[in-house]
């Protein structure tokens, strides 16, 4: 039978040759909206089909994977357009393997793109800025370009060259009467460049900063002059139909000839749309964008640029470039006749200008303790320093941690569960749900959830239930679900030789986390943390007491259960806290300041880089950190929170029970009333 894969839940099945592809969605779960009920009426059940060899899956994708458009795709005509290159799921058969993309639009559950910016201490210093000058009249038949430079240099005492895309302004100002303009001037390679112009006098100039995440791209747009940011969007990343991970990506390249200008393509057009949507919230024209930073992980970097990706894929992994890297929008295929560009400096071939745009917000390399930070996702970014040193290195943790690859997993959409607690004596659980303030265990939570219902567990949600599975004894420090605790509560169920904890349960489907999806966890988050104590041993082993989680998920992961599942080292908790979009932050930071632009290009040259891969200590570290919360490292800090249930083998019954410590001191972390569950 057909394998067919759906992006960007990752859900798979076989079905039998002919099945719709709505049908097979809904027996999966997958979230396809389809108000009419499949008639192929509303246009809402849109899907996109993937084509070229997909490795990870063992599928070679072609056109003939399904069945061609029949009447209804012909002759539809509903209020809902069918896009370009879509299919309507209640239309379209399975013939064989398939690589089926549900885009965002066609989600009931829309990803919730939660990364916000945080602009504390910035002194605004943009490197463009206006110049009005009154340029008529023209009585002796002066160029336009030449008469422009005259007024700047006499009138502002700016020498400037002229970017040629303005003439037309220029020409049509000198028409007029007064044949005045206002002028944006761009600091640019040591020179001055007169790159924007309008008619009459404008007083408002506007930039984009955007972090293109594997994952999700943030964008924000930023008044130059304030430094307010007056519109936020996000969006997925629209490659992710090409793979979950960076790596898949890379794969898709090596294995479709072509595939790298379609990566390029699919992210430059939702950059371009994601500028478009920023304008229009703002009620500006894309003509008043000036400036755009961008920010991503080297594998963004180098196919937003329209660089080969794939040296990335294996060692000595070579950048094709680590410099900042400066050039027009509309040369990147954006609709911002004005704007400019501004990429940010890489570190290593997997650290790359997130990473740097992290420092610059959070500021490892200027404190005189150290500080490590950490940006949490499908491949882990991590710098340790203070402003004598500083070190980096990359953890490739995988999609587990957003929710791919478990089987109750799911992106943080409305109805997902982001925050767990397990009642250590009758392993009860209580959860919330993005979308609704209150537990499950409260009166009023099934109203609450009506509309969206529970879907699934999103990332926050795995960190802590796994965590509250270990500290409530359900599964031991190795990670072995216990068969004693499927005697103690029903919630615990065997299937086949191993255990599985049921979350919740409703119409005959469950949410639960499996025996593999806690080994997922822990090779995801051992990867991460022998990451971080790989640059601790080459720090010199200092301890660490400021630790910071950035990224849309590392935001929203709670630092009690964080350390209880031995994600980051033992430190006081006050210590350990989540700092947001620290690469958006970065990025905003950069589009507002020309000096913290060179901040961060000096600051991404002195990083000492660890290649993790490289790294003989990488194995016998990971290792180590496989169990909860660590095999061999000491938690004097977390043992002061919690009580850790005793360690055991892999071998071992996990069935012993540990409880939560009451708080020990007026420090120590209690649920608020409005948080008890």
Not at 155 to 173: E, F, K, M, N, Y
Request: negative net charge; charged residues 20%.
């Amino acid at each position: 039978m057909p394998l067919v894969v759906f992006t960007p839940s990752g859900l798979s099945t076989e079905v039998p040759v002919g099945t719709v592809v709505l049908d097979a969605a809904r027996q999966l779960g997958v979230d396809i909206d389809s108000v009419c009920g499949g008639r192929g009426i509303c246009g809402r059940c849109q899907i996109t089909p993937s084509t070229g060899s997909f490795p990870k899956w063992g599928i070679d994708a072609r056109d003939a994977s399904l069945s061609a458009p029949g009447d209804t795709e012909v002759n539809y005509r509903g209020k809902r357009p069918l896009d370009l290159g879509n299919r309507l799921s209640c239309s379209t058969s399975v013939l064989s393997d398939a690589v089926i993309d549900v885009p965002a639009s066609s989600q009931v559950h829309r990803q919730v793109v939660r990364k916000s910016v945080d602009l504390t201490g910035v002194l605004v210093d943009p490197s463009v800025t206006l110049h009005f000058v009154e340029l008529g009249p023209n009585d002796d038949g002066i160029a336009a370009s030449q008469l422009l430079i005259d007024g700047l240099l006499a009138q502002h005492r700016i020498t400037v060259a002229v970017d040629g895309r303005i003439l037309p302004t220029i020409v049509s100002a000198l028409s007029k009467e007064k044949g005045d303009a206002t002028i944006a001037v761009q600091h640019i390679a040591g020179g001055l460049v007169a790159i924007g112009a309008w008619p009459g006098f404008v007083d408002a100039l506007y930039g984009m900063a955007v972090d293109i995440g594997s994952t999700t791209i943030a964008g924000h747009l930023c008044d130059l002059s304030t430094g307010d940011v007056v519109a936020s969007g996000g969006r997925m990343n629209p490659q992710i139909r090409f793979g979950e991970d960076l790596m898949s990506r890379v794969s898709y390249v090596m294995m479709n000839p072509g595939g790298a200008a379609e990566l390029t393509k699919s992210v430059r057009t939702a950059l371009d749309e994601l500028a478009g949507e920023l304008c229009a919230e703002a009620g500006i024209g894309r003509d008043a964008v000036l400036d755009c930073v961008f920010v991503g992980n080297p594998v963004m970097h180098h196919l937003l640029m329209g660089f080969d990706p794939v040296p990335l894929g294996q060692s000595p992994f070579t950048l094709a470039t680590a410099s900042a890297l400066h050039g027009k929008a509309t040369d990147l295929d954006l609709d911002l006749p004005f704007a400019s560009f501004y990429v940010g400096p890489c570190i290593a071939g997997h650290v790359g200008a997130d990473t740097t745009a992290a420092m610059l917000a959070e500021g490892p390399h200027r404190g005189a303790a150290w500080q490590l930070l950490v940006d949490v996702g499908t491949n882990a970014e991590i710098v340790l320093g203070h402003a004598g040193a500083s070190f980096a290195a990359s953890s490739p943790t995988g999609p587990a941690f957003e929710g791919a690859q478990l089987v109750s997993g799911q992106r943080a959409t409305a109805g997902a569960i982001e925050r767990v607690r397990i009642d250590p004596l009758t392993l009860e659980p209580s959860f919330r749900v993005i979308g609704s303030d209150l537990w499950s265990t409260q009166p009023g939570f099934a109203e609450s959830v009506e509309k969206t219902g529970v879907t699934g567990i999103c990332g926050s949600g795995i960190i802590e239930v796994v965590a509250e599975m270990y500290l409530s004894g359900i599964c031991d420090s190795e990670g072995v679900i216990s068969s004693e605790a499927a005697t103690r509560s029903a919630h615990v169920i065997q299937e086949g030789r191993t255990y599985t904890y049921v979350l919740w349960s409703e119409d005959d489907r469950n949410i639960v986390v499996t025996q593999n999806d806690v080994r997922q966890i822990q090779l995801a988050k051992a990867a991460l943390r022998a990451g971080i104590d790989l640059l601790i041993e080459h720090a010199g082993g200092p301890v660490v007491t400021d630790i910071r989680l950035a990224g849309a998920f590392g935001a929203h992961i709670d630092p009690l259960h964080a350390m209880v599942l031995g994600l980051v080292p033992d430190a006081p908790l006050d210590g350990v806290r989540s700092v947001g979009n620290a690469a958006g932050g970065g990025a905003v930071r950069a589009l507002l300041s020309a000096s913290l632009r060179t901040e961060l290009e000096a600051a991404a040259i002195a990083v000492t880089k660890i290649e993790t891969a490289t790294e003989p200590r990488f194995q016998e570290l990971f290792v180590a950190a496989m169990a909860f919360p660590h095999a061999t490292a000491a938690h004097p800090h977390l043992e002061t929170l919690v009580s850790l249930p005793p360690r055991s083998s892999a071998s071992a019954d996990g069935g012993r029970r540990g409880r939560r410590a009451r708080p020990t001191n007026s420090s120590a972390p209690s649920i608020s009333p409005e948080e008890s569950p």
